[in-house]
C-alpha cells in the first residue's frame, strides 16, 4: 500500500519501531524528560517564543479544536470563523455549542481569503479570530501576513488550528502573533493518530486565568499545570507520545522543520508538475504544501479513489459529502518519495489508458 491521505500518514522506520514495543508506565522521570523535550522541539518548530507553553492532549484534532475553545473564550466573546469547508463548519458548531457569539466568514470552496472580506469587520469590537490556516477539505492555504496584521491592528485573540499545516508551511508563531497553535500527530508529524497539541502564547496562558473550562478531561490549566514536571493530569497515549518524540527528534538531527517543509514543498512541486498534463484540475486558489486538491474533468473523484485503492493498492484522500464526486486529494505528508509520485502517477496513467478518467 502506498497512502497518499491526509492522516493517518506513512510513518518513518523509528517511529514504527517504537510501535512494536511493550508501553511503559509513565509516572516515571524518563517519561517526563521525554515531555518536556517534545515540549521544547514543538516551541522551536512552531518559533513559538521562550515563554510559549505547550499541551499534549490525547484525543485526535478535534478535541484540541474544541478544548481552546472552552479554555479561552466565554460569553464575553465574539469571534470571527473563517469557513472555508468542513474544517472551518467544525469550528463553527463547536462555537455554536458553547455558546460563542461569532459571525463567519464563509468561502466558496477553493477561494481564498482576500484583504475585502476582513474589511467590513475591522474595529467592530471583535476579541477573538479563528481560522484552519490550511482548509484541509479544499486544500485552501490562507494568507498569514494578512490574518496577522488583522488581528494585531484589531487587538483580537488569534487562534490558529495548523493541524495539516504544521511542518509543511512555514509557521511563524511568534512574528505573526498568533496566540494558539494546534495540531495534530497523524498529519505531517507522521504519527498514529491519537494525540493533538496546543502551542499556546504567554498571553493565550494569562488568558486561561480568567477563564472557566466547564470540563475536567480538557482542561488547559491542569494540563500545563502538569506539563510543568513534564506529566498529564491523565493516561495520555504514551505510546504515541513516545513517537512523536522520536519523529520531532528525526526532524532536529536532520536539520529542522525548515529542512522538513523543504521536503515536502519539494514533494508537492514534483507531483504538481508531473500531474500537468493530465486531466485534472488543480482547485484551490492557494495552494498549501500538504496537499493537491484535485478535480477531475472526465470522472467520478470517488471512484478514481476507489479504483486506485482496490486495483492498485494506492489510497488518496476522498472528500464527502457534496464534494464527493468533484474532489479528491493527494497529499504529500508522511514518508513519502518522488518514487512514491511516480508509481501514483503511472497508475494514473494506467488508468487513462483504460478510459477510466
Ligand atoms: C485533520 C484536521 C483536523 C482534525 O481532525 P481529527 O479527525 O479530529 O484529527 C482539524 N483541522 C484540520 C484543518 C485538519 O486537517
Redesign the pocket.
Given at each position: 500500500m502506498i497512502n497518499f491521505t491526509?492522516?493517518p500518514v506513512q510513518s518513518e522506520d523509528c517511529v514504527r519501531e517504537i510501535g512494536a514495543q511493550q508501553v511503559p508506565y509513565f509516572r516515571t522521570p524518563e517519561f517526563s524528560k521525554v515531555m518536556l523535550e517534545n515540549e521544547r522541539l514543538m516551541k522551536k518548530f512552531a518559533k513559538a517564543k521562550e515563554n510559549a507553553r505547550v499541551a499534549f492532549i490525547t484525543g485526535?484534532?478535534?478535541a484540541s479544536?474544541e478544548a481552546t475553545v472552552m479554555n479561552l473564550l466565554d460569553e464575553r466573546d465574539k469571534a470571527i470563523v473563517i469557513n472555508g469547508g468542513s474544517?472551518g463548519q467544525r469550528f463553527k458548531e463547536i462555537c455554536d455549542i458553547h455558546n460563542i457569539n461569532h459571525s463567519q466568514i464563509k468561502l466558496e470552496t477553493g477561494k481564498k481569503l482576500t484583504k475585502d472580506m476582513l474589511e467590513p469587520f475591522e474595529n467592530k469590537g471583535y476579541t477573538a479570530f479563528i481560522v484552519?490556516v490550511?482548509?484541509?477539505s479544499t486544500g485552501v492555504h490562507y494568507d498569514m501576513d494578512l490574518i496577522s496584521d488583522f488581528c494585531s491592528r484589531n487587538g483580537v485573540f488569534l487562534i490558529v488550528?495548523a493541524?495539516?499545516s504544521f511542518l509543511a508551511d512555514e509557521f511563524k508563531m511568534a512574528e505573526w502573533g498568533v496566540d494558539v497553535m494546534i495540531t495534530?500527530s497523524?498529519?505531517a508529524l507522521a504519527c498514529p493518530?491519537g494525540v493533538s497539541v496546543i502551542v499556546l502564547s504567554s498571553k493565550a496562558v494569562n488568558r486561561l486565568d480568567s477563564y472557566n473550562s466547564g470540563c475536567m478531561y480538557l482542561d488547559l490549566k491542569s494540563a500545563l499545570k502538569n506539563g510543568e514536571r513534564g506529566q498529564t493530569p491523565f493516561t495520555p497515549a504514551v505510546g504515541t507520545l513516545l513517537q512523536i518524540n522520536a519523529r520531532l527528534k528525526s526532524i532536529d538531527n536532520a536539520g529542522g522543520v525548515e529542512k522538513e517543509t523543504e521536503k515536502i514543498a519539494a514533494l508537492a512541486q514534483d507531483f504538481r508538475e508531473k500531474i500537468k498534463d493530465m486531466p485534472f484540475e488543480i482547485v484551490s486558489e492557494s495552494l498549501s504544501n500538504a496537499v493537491t486538491p484535485l478535480h477531475p474533468l472526465n470522472a467520478s473523484a470517488y471512484e478514481i479513489f476507489t479504483i486506485l485503492k482496490d486495483e492498485y493498492g494506492i489510497w488518496v484522500c476522498p472528500n464527502g459529502g457534496a464534494l464527493a464526486d468533484e474532489i479528491f486529494r493527494v497529499g504529500h505528508i508522511g514518508a513519502l518519495t518522488s518514487k512514491d509520485n511516480d508509481a501514483l502517477i503511472s497508475a494514473l496513467k494506467n488508468m487513462e489508458k483504460r478510459g477510466l478518467i
Open positions: 491526509v492522516g485526535s484534532g478535534t479544536m474544517f484552519n490550511h482548509e484541509t488550528d493541524i495539516s495534530g497523524q498529519k493518530p
